[in-house]
């Protein structure tokens, strides 16, 4: 019985938008999970028990894509309305949009030190954005087809891109010029990303097949022929052994990658897959489908040492040969197709618990746009409050507050004055928090400002220098 833990486990469904789900994301201590959808709403779900979820209305046609920021403090996602929206994911909803794509926007994605942004759009444009001045910094133009996908690698230095003119493009982000790319005649590529370490761009093919490549030797190292239908997202593992694939024929994959071999297959969604994504520690990874539903996986098989696995495991009829060399590093492309072996997951018979009650929503309607501090009223800096800071003490005992009260109110009944001290509680802890977030951002733009001079200071130096 304790092998079965070995295998990934559905933990439970979230239901709540009203169309497909087409991008997922975790908040960086995993504390909650973000997603967009058709229905041209953005979900938060709080993944502690009995909490709420929260539904953003903002955009005013379908969300393609959502990403936390690496601190949390954001949220972005880009629309088919043509805007990207900066969130605060906070109870009063505060968004602003940066407008310059002039077709729908397909993808969006921080930098690893959260201070830039980068978007992908039909209008077969890059664009690269500053965060915390929310403006656009440059475009990046050679695709000839809508670039479906674009992603900052882990130092921030390069840009993968791909298109429906079936390329992925790297660009040199410092000096903003394409340096590689690579075709695919067979299809083209819905989905583009960086492995951990930075070494290598994965593609997810409208042909079904999975390619990695090495963007040092410029050369395609591994192609997976796993699924049915077209592929339509993936995620690296934090370890960048393991990487899950979201596809069309409903089903959900994982690779190993060190042995070059498929080794799960996920049935949950009832239609195609459009969205997947590891959480920040692995531990978990969710999906998000055109059922409208998001699934929530424990990961389980990476706290577990794989050649063990593979030795005892029940299930598996046969074991591969051990992995060639050519596996890692071929000289020629290496194809892996489907293999019998790999391990059928059902949640409808392997998972215990996918009967939770659906979260209560509260729906929170983007009725500001800020553009900086200055232009918040005093009102607006009362009530807002964040919600998932993964710093915050607040959130936390807030959570728990409304826990209690609805634990309270269920077994004894709660009287009125009782309601609202712990309301009055509640909403002064809003305000603390506030004044400190305030605070922070004072203090950010302050330091930019000093910067500036510095700098400023430093070229009127030197060009007095040159004067003499």
Not at 346 to 355: A, I, L, M, R, Y
């Amino acid at each position: 019985q304790l092998l079965l833990q070995e295998d990934p486990i559905l933990i439970r469904p979230f239901k709540g938008h009203k169309a497909a789900v087409t991008g997922v994301d975790f908040n960086p201590n995993t504390s909650a999970l973000a997603s967009s959808s058709l229905d041209r709403f953005l979900m938060i779900w709080n993944l502690r028990p009995q909490s709420r979820a929260f539904r953003f209305v903002g955009h005013v046609e379908a969300v393609t894509s959502v990403q936390f920021s690496p601190d949390g403090h954001l949220l972005a996602s880009a629309s088919q309305d043509r805007t990207i929206r900066l969130w605060i994911p906070c109870i009063h909803g505060e968004s602003s949009a940066l407008k310059a794509h002039t077709a729908p926007v397909r993808s969006v994605n921080f930098s690893h030190d959260g201070q830039f942004l980068v978007t992908a759009s039909n209008d077969k444009s890059i664009k690269v954005w500053s965060v915390h001045r929310q403006r656009l910094l440059f475009s990046l133009f050679q695709h000839t087809h809508w670039v479906r996908c674009a992603k900052f690698s882990p130092d921030g230095r390069l840009i993968a891109s791909c298109s429906e003119d079936k390329t992925v493009k790297i660009w040199d982000a410092t000096n903003k010029i394409c340096v590689d790319s690579f075709t695919d005649y067979e299809g083209f590529a819905n989905y583009v990303d960086f492995n951990p370490s930075g070494t290598c761009v994965v593609s997810a093919g409208s042909n079904h097949i999975v390619k990695l490549w090495d963007i040092r030797m410029n050369k395609l190292l591994q192609h997976y022929r796993v699924h049915r239908a077209g592929v339509n997202c993936l995620s690296f593992h934090p370890s960048g052994n393991y990487l899950i694939t979201a596809s069309t024929d409903g089903t959900l994959k994982i690779m190993d990658l060190l042995e070059g071999r498929l080794i799960y297959t996920l049935h949950g969604h009832k239609g195609p897959v459009l969205s997947v994504v590891f959480s920040k520690g692995g531990k978990k990874f969710a999906s998000g489908g055109a059922d409208a539903q998001v699934l929530l996986w424990k990961t389980n098989f990476d706290a577990f040492n794989y050649k063990e696995v593979l030795k005892q495991h029940s299930r598996r009829i046969h074991t591969d040969d051990p992995p060639h060399l050519l596996d890692i590093y071929p000289r020629s492309p290496h194809p892996h197709d489907r293999k019998s072996e790999s391990i059928e997951i059902d949640p409808s018979f392997d998972v215990t618990d996918t009967q939770t009650l659906d979260p209560p929503i509260t729906d929170i309607s983007s009725s500001m746009h800020f553009s900086s501090l200055d232009d918040m009223s005093s009102e607006d800096l009362r009530y807002r409050s964040t919600l998932f800071s993964p710093r915050s003490s607040r959130r936390r005992l807030e959570d728990e507050v409304e826990s209690a009260v609805c634990t309270v109110n269920k077994r004894i009944g709660i009287s009125p004055a009782l309601g609202n001290a712990l309301e009055h509680i509640v909403e002064q802890l809003d305000v603390l928090t506030l004044t400190i977030s305030i605070l922070e951002q004072r203090l950010t733009l302050t330091e930019d400002k000093l910067k500036e001079c510095l700098e400023n200071q430093h070229k009127m130096l030197l060009q007095a220098r040159q004067g003499e």
